[in-house]
């Protein structure tokens, strides 16, 4: 029986890898909040029209709010990186790093090692015990 228990906390731990190692290839922009600022507020004019209005108002407030972002300068930092298991994808991070960086990715996020990452992510967290 302490066989089987042993087995299926071997198995759980190995299954529940959220942190991933990755290695930086490139610095990207993000224009994530442009584009979400700008679809917003296309929205709401385009929905002058009715609802095709909105759709179609979204859609181009999308378009020139990361246009507008990107003009303006103020572009969010991302990276291109790539995973243990050779994919590429684009992530953000509040820190900078250099191409050929190992970094630790959790979810959509960046961190330079496990401890920071840990800490970042549970700064914000309100405790009872405070």
Do not use: C, H, W
């Not at 071997?10 to 942190?19: E, N, Q, R």
């Not at 009715?50 to 003009?71: N, Y």
Request: glycine share 14%; charged share 25%.
């Amino acid at each position: 029986m302490k066989k089987l228990g042993t087995l299926a906390l071997t198995l759980a731990l190995l299954a529940a890898g959220s942190v991933n190692a990755a290695e930086v290839l490139e610095e990207t922009k993000d224009q994530t909040t442009g584009k979400s600022v700008g679809g917003m507020n296309g929205m709401m004019i385009g929905a002058i029209g009715g609802p095709i209005g909105m759709l179609i108002g979204a859609g181009i407030g999308a378009l020139f709010g990361g246009e507008a972002q990107e003009a303006t300068g103020l572009s969010d930092r991302a990276y291109k990186i790539r995973t243990a298991d050779g994919k590429e994808k684009i992530v953000r991070s509040t820190e900078t790093f250099a191409v050929g960086d190992k970094v630790e990715t959790r979810g959509n996020r960046a961190f330079s090692d496990v401890a920071k990452a840990d800490d970042s992510l549970y700064d914000s967290a309100l405790s009872y015990r405070e």
